[in-house]
């Protein structure tokens, strides 16, 4: 499986950015598919998924961010509203089905 990620950049806060995540390969069996971050000096923690086909998401992004799919694209999508100077971080697509998978980062950066 490899994830493709895409749609980080620079934004003020109170603005918006869309992430999505490609999948390809052997995409059969997930059992979650989603996003994790990672700020500097941080570790990495999670940020929202769907896991047995729900939505979850971190306390931090509830209301503000919005997980979606198209499963015949297999791609994740990560809406992100109302962006603040402490989502900054880079942003990385994850999967777990026989085993975790991970795409490469894409940086997401708020200025106040």
């Known amino acids: 499986v490899q994830l493709q990620a895409s749609g980080g950049g620079l934004v003020q806060a109170g603005g918006s950015l869309r992430l999505a995540c490609a999948a390809s390969?052997?995409?059969?069996?997930?059992?979650?598919i989603g996003w994790y971050r990672q700020a500097p000096g941080k570790e990495r923690e999670f940020v929202a998924n769907?896991?047995?086909?729900?939505?979850n998401y971190a306390d931090s992004v509830k209301g503000r961010f919005t997980i979606s799919r198209d499963n015949a694209k297999d791609t994740v999508y990560l809406q992100m509203n109302n962006l603040k100077p402490e989502d900054t971080a880079v942003y990385y697509c994850?999967?777990?089905?026989?085993?975790?998978?991970w795409g490469q980062g894409t940086l997401v950066t708020v200025s106040s």
């Open positions: 994850h999967l777990y089905s026989d085993r975790v998978y």
């Open positions: 769907f896991s047995t086909g729900a939505a």
């Open positions: 390969g052997s995409t059969f069996h997930i059992n979650a």
